[in-house]
């Protein structure tokens, strides 16, 4: 499909990293606008850096609902960031934001192996995820998946949780919203992170679990759901993670397809989730 995109950059560690790190941005903004994006605005030189402000296919930047994904990837200082919005636009000063950093050329020196770029887009769900690999061990030194929380039809509050934001499926492995509402004083905030829970989850901080190897049941994946949090669901549910699935650690090789348009990116090196998400064919830069 037209509006499903992705690729394969690889990043080789050392002085021309800066380099190399404003090349991948440059094909991320070129893969999103071409996938069919919304773009609000962009800039690619000038005080405060590169970026580009983007929603869903078809959306505007009046659409400030919470179920309308709304992101904006930026390059300053050699890094580039990732920003989940609630909002009319991510340089307003009205709007919830949380970001993650995903690249820092800071972090690949000279005499590192070399770092495999995967990212994947899609304008018509809104969704996008972004993994960076150590291509002689296979661990993943970055993984970010933005994506939407899939509504309950019984539940249609606005304005108390933001439907969509970053799993974070490294460090924290946690989802971030834009924002949540506060219980008890109304008052929004983007100060909210959310623990995962699934029925392939560890307990180990989010970590997938590994199948004891007498195990009769078969190699398998499960939803990824955020768990309800005292401050911010006694009026909503928080809901599961649209088109991410969860795996058992050992079943799957990096990009096993499990189903046309699903694959694994499983946990090699400790400290990521390993998780099966969409995809099509990779066009390798």
Same mark, same amino acid.
């Given at each position: 499909m037209?509006n499903? !995109?992705?690729?394969k950059?690889? $990043?080789?560690?050392g002085? %021309?990293m800066?380099?190399?790190v404003?090349?991948? +941005?440059a ?5 999103? %606008?071409?996938?069919?994006?919304s ?19 078809g959306?505007?930047?009046a659409d400030?609902s919470?179920d309308? @994904?709304?992101w904006a990837?930026s390059?300053? *200082?050699?890094?580039i960031?990732v920003?989940c919005v609630?909002?009319?636009a991510?340089?307003?000063?009205a709007a919830?934001k949380q970001?993650?950093d995903?690249?820092d050329a800071a ?6 192996p070399?770092? /495999? ?6 304008a018509a769900?809104?969704?996008f ?9 296979g661990?993943?030194t970055g993984? /970010?998946?933005? %994506?939407?929380?899939?509504?309950? @039809?019984a539940d249609?509050?606005?304005?108390l !949780?933001?439907r ?6 490294? &460090?924290?492995r946690?989802?971030l ?6 219980n %008890? ?9 959310f623990? &995962?829970?699934s029925?392939?989850?560890?307990d180990?901080r989010?970590?997938s679990p590994?199948?004891h190897?007498? *195990?009769p049941m078969?190699a398998m994946?499960?939803p990824?759901?955020i768990?309800?949090?005292a +401050?911010?669901t006694s009026?909503?549910?928080?809901g ?6 969860m795996l @058992? ?9 499990l189903t ?5 990116l ?5 400290g990521?989730?390993?998780?099966? $998400?969409?995809y ?6």
């Open positions: 037209a499903q !995109l992705t690729f950059k690889t $990043l080789v560690p002085a %021309t800066p380099a190399q404003a090349s991948l +941005y094909s991320i903004k070129a893969y999103i %606008t071409n996938a069919g994006f773009v609000l605005s962009f800039r690619d030189s000038g005080i405060g850096g590169t970026y580009i402000d983007f929603m869903r296919a959306a505007v930047a400030t919470d309308c @994904p709304h990837i390059l300053a *200082s050699d890094t960031t920003q609630h909002g009319a991510f340089d307003d000063v919830y970001s993650v995903v690249i972090i690949y020196t000279t005499g590192m070399d770092h /495999l770029v995967r990212f994947y887009c899609d769900t809104g969704m995820w972004l993994y960076v690999t150590n291509t002689s061990t661990a993943h993984a /970010l998946v933005a %994506t939407s929380l899939r509504r309950y @039809p249609t509050t606005q304005g !949780l933001c969509y934001g970053l799993l974070e499926a490294r &460090l924290s946690q989802f919203p834009a924002y949540y509402a506060d %008890t004083t109304g008052a929004k905030s983007s100060a909210c992170q623990e &995962l829970w029925p392939l989850l560890g180990d989010g970590l590994k199948r190897p007498a *195990s078969p994946s499960a990824v759901f768990q309800a949090a +401050y911010a009026a909503c549910m928080p599961e993670l649209e088109r991410v699935q @058992p650690d050992g079943d799957y090789t990096l990009e096993q397809v046309p348009g699903i694959m694994a499983p946990n090699v090196g400790p990521t989730l390993s998780l099966a $998400l969409p099509t064919t990779f066009t390798v830069l």
